[in-house]
């Protein structure tokens, strides 16, 4: 499959390389010039940002102005060999530009076309800028505290690129014609909040910390403090995973008050807070993870990067001498990309071979570049 990636920054970025993880040829289209916004992302190595570097890994580049005449008909003859177009501007934006759904379906009649906004194509917002501070304030990720803080995870951007790739994939298993996916940032945020809307849906009441389970009102799914100040992550649902724990800490007969009074619960909590300060967050992951407990360190970044079970998945992956990128989860066997894996392209860096490809001579190349038309 070839995939005409639009795009900039992560929602639409993410979702080519979901894509091309899984084998799609992506040509990443970008202004000249100035590319993708993503390639100057901080904090840089050596002139780039990893950032671009991982999203951006086994594409492409050409640089199109969409703004020329030449640039137009160099997009047009490359939409026409493509089966996905991505396109991540505001709604409206790809109309005035002559590259709406409707264009492009009289170009090529089997495309698969994906937009990505804010808020939707017919949303009352959908003319509103924003970025993934904004998507979350709106999707009520950040409302579940009264001091919200500023997200280490840019989840809006996260959960519509994987969704979009989710619907690019279920469209090119069913078509028939041409395809218009719709993939808003803003409700793809929300429709992750399963656990809190269900929450507020049974009760009417908005979820806040102690509210219910999983918003820590039970001693057996909370964040316990150590004594070097760091934190053990209890889950200890189930009833086996609770007695073990409890086994484990010296506190057997504390069972009785899995269900006890809120009362109870608070002094098993309390109990538990005390026990969990006697020991570092190490000396406790070595007495309790493989016991059966359903207990885990919190780890930082750098920890959860570089720990044996990251290792064992390889997470991190060299794809050269001097550039390691985070991988991806899904393995396959056989691979799903037969080929390996390649460094995020310069701004067009492949702009000769795909004009070859396109039709274009040398001469002509030469002349739209000169023009401004392409780099």
């Given amino acids: 499959m070839t995939v005409v990636d639009a795009t900039r920054l992560l929602p639409g970025g993410f979702c080519s390389m979901l894509l091309s993880d899984m084998g799609a040829g992506v040509i990443k289209v970008e202004e000249p010039g100035l590319g993708d916004y993503m390639r100057a992302t901080p904090p840089t190595k050596k002139g780039k940002s990893p950032v671009h570097s991982t999203v951006n890994r086994n594409k492409m580049s050409v640089g199109i102005n969409l703004k020329s005449p030449e640039g137009k008909d160099v997009m047009r003859r490359l939409l026409r060999k493509a089966d996905v177009f991505i396109e991540g501007f505001r709604p409206g934006a790809m109309s005035r530009l ?19 906004s804010a808020y939707g194509q017919d949303s009352g917002l959908s003319s509103m800028p924003g970025h993934d501070i904004n ?30 790739a989710l619907g690019i994939l279920g469209a090119l298993v069913e078509r028939k014609g041409a395809v218009h996916l719709d993939v808003p940032i803003v409700s793809s945020l929300l429709s992750w909040m399963v656990i809190p809307a269900s929450a507020y849906l049974a009760t009417g009441r908005p ?3 102690g509210h219910s389970l999983v918003f820590g009102s039970t001693p057996y799914y909370r964040l316990y403090k150590t004594s070097d100040g760091k934190h053990m ?14 086994r484990e800490l010296g506190i057997p007969e504390m069972d009785q008050f899995r269900f006890g009074t809120p009362k109870e619960r608070r002094e098993v909590t309390s109990a538990l807070t005390r026990i969990f300060a006697t020991r570092t967050r190490d000396e406790w992951a070595r007495l309790l993870m493989h016991k059966d407990t359903c207990t885990t360190p919190v780890l930082t970044v750098e920890e959860a990067l570089t720990s044996d079970w990251a290792r ?30 390649t460094k995020a392209p310069e701004l067009g860096q492949d702009t000769p071979s795909i004009m070859k490809s396109l039709g274009y001579t ?6 739209l570049i000169s023009k401004g038309a392409i780099q």
Avoid: H
């Avoid at 990720?141 to 009264?146: D, K, Q």
């Avoid at 992550?233 to 995973?241: L, P, R, T």
């Avoid at 992956?317 to 390691?324: F, G, N, R, V």
């Fill in 98 to 116: 002559g590259f709406s759904f409707g264009e492009v379906k009289k170009i090529n009649r089997r495309i698969v076309y994906c937009s990505i």
């Fill in 135 to 164: 998507f979350q304030a709106m999707a009520g990720t950040l409302g579940y505290s009264s001091g919200p803080e500023v997200p280490l995870l840019q989840l809006g951007d996260m959960t519509s690129g994987m969704y979009a």
């Fill in 207 to 209: 979820p806040r910390e």
């Fill in 233 to 246: 992550a209890v889950a200890a649902i189930e009833e086996g995973f609770w007695v073990n724990l409890l």
């Fill in 312 to 341: 064992s998945l390889s997470m991190l992956l060299d794809i050269s001498d001097d550039e390691t990128v985070l991988n991806g989860p899904i393995r396959s066997e056989p691979r799903m990309r037969a080929k390996r894996f």
């Fill in 362 to 367: 040398r001469q002509e190349v030469a002349e």
